[in-house]
């Protein structure tokens, strides 16, 4: 009997890799290049079942790494991810390649060495370490699309200051909400980013709330309180981009008319955790991706794929 080939189909979302205003024209499915490819089995060195598992244990990897992968036929336009594996000196070498809708190369990368034996008798928690190895490699690779992608095109991050809408502070004591929000946008302005007066074509909105709560008796027996100050970020979309978050104990009632330094000091720890999600989250500092094509050895990465205990 014929031994039935089976393809690789895998799909995600590009949300993963853009997280900023719309979908970039950059991976946003793997799956095989068609039905009259080969089969991922037979260039996997692997059984059927085998390279199912490969297939479905890396679409799973990708998940944990945000990237929502599925595994589904290729459709039109989709971008997809050509894996197989080669025998080198005695071992297997996993190979992923990043395919472009036209089916050219876009980047290959590859993944962490393993014996035959293991690969060949690999079972489910075998196949699990080599989808989580793979999966930091290809998350790499597909930041740096991204990025390379952003560099190219004139309106992204990488060439402008993000437009950041501040709605304000609420739930703070005294003057906390007028004292706090007024440090803050003066502690942003001397960031590469720029606070603007609507949420109009704002590129991210900050939102911010203080919480007070009973504390622990201080040291020499005065009442204390715990005092919560939260900064959400969140993307043109709603998405939640981060959040920064500030915890401290304080005397019982000390901020109960003016918080002066205190304002000053929080808003400045504040406006540069926000930069730095911004940087985060928008991939503005990724470096791009080395040419289409490119191939080169796989990076060490703590605690390579081995056989399971037994």
């Known amino acids: 009997m014929k031994r039935r080939q089976q393809p690789l189909r895998l799909a995600f979302s590009c949300s993963?890799?853009?997280?900023?205003?719309?979908?970039?024209?950059?991976?946003?499915?793997?799956?095989?290049?068609?039905?009259?490819?080969?089969?991922?089995?037979?260039?996997?060195?692997?059984?059927?079942?085998?390279?199912?598992?490969w297939?479905?244990?890396v679409a799973q990897a990708l998940l944990q790494q945000t990237?929502?992968?599925?595994?589904?036929?290729?459709?039109?336009?989709?971008?997809?991810?050509?894996?197989?594996?080669?025998?080198?000196?005695?071992?297997?070498?996993?190979?992923?390649?990043?395919?472009?809708?036209?089916?050219?190369?876009?980047?290959?990368?590859?993944?962490?060495?393993v014996p035959v034996e293991q690969w060949s008798a690999g079972d489910g928690s075998f196949f699990t370490l080599v989808a989580q190895d793979?999966?930091?490699?290809?998350?790499?690779?597909?930041?740096?699309?991204q990025a390379d992608d952003m560099d190219k095109d004139p309106h992204s991050l990488k060439h402008r200051a993000a437009r950041v809408y501040f709605t304000g502070v609420t739930g703070a004591p005294g003057d906390g909400n007028t004292s706090l929000a007024q440090a803050f946008v003066a502690s942003f302005w001397d960031s590469e980013d720029t606070i603007q007066n609507s949420a109009r074509n704002a590129d991210f909105i900050v939102n911010t709330t203080v919480k007070l709560s009973p504390g622990p008796a201080g040291t020499t027996g005065h009442p204390q309180e715990h005092i919560e100050?939260?900064?959400?970020?969140?993307?043109?979309n709603g998405k939640e981009a981060g959040a920064a978050t500030q915890l401290h104990d304080i005397d019982a009632h000390s901020?109960?008319?003016?918080?002066?330094d205190v304002a000053v000091a929080?808003?400045?720890?504040?406006?540069?955790?926000?930069?730095?999600?911004?940087?985060?989250?928008?991939?503005?500092?990724?470096?791009?991706?080395?040419?289409?094509?490119?191939?080169?050895?796989?990076?060490?990465?703590?605690?390579?794929?081995?056989?399971?205990?037994?």
């Open 55 to 57: 297939a479905k244990d």
């Open 266 to 310: 929080a808003a400045q720890e504040a406006a540069a955790a926000t930069k730095q999600i911004i940087d985060r989250y928008s991939g503005r500092d990724n470096a791009p991706l080395a040419a289409p094509g490119t191939s080169k050895p796989a990076p060490a990465i703590p605690s390579p794929p081995s056989a399971p205990a037994g």
């Open 67 to 113: 990237i929502p992968a599925i595994a589904q036929p290729t459709r039109k336009g989709d971008w997809w991810l050509n894996m197989k594996a080669e025998l080198r000196n005695g071992q297997i070498v996993p190979i992923y390649t990043v395919m472009t809708p036209k089916n050219t190369v876009r980047a290959t990368q590859e993944g962490q060495p």
């Open 229 to 236: 100050i939260v900064w959400h970020v969140v993307d043109a």
């Open 255 to 260: 901020l109960d008319q003016y918080w002066g």
């Open 16 to 53: 993963a890799l853009l997280l900023l205003g719309g979908c970039l024209d950059v991976p946003h499915p793997f799956a095989h290049s068609g039905k009259n490819g080969p089969g991922l089995a037979a260039n996997a060195l692997l059984s059927d079942a085998n390279a199912s598992l």
């Open 134 to 145: 793979a999966a930091s490699r290809i998350a790499a690779v597909l930041t740096g699309i």
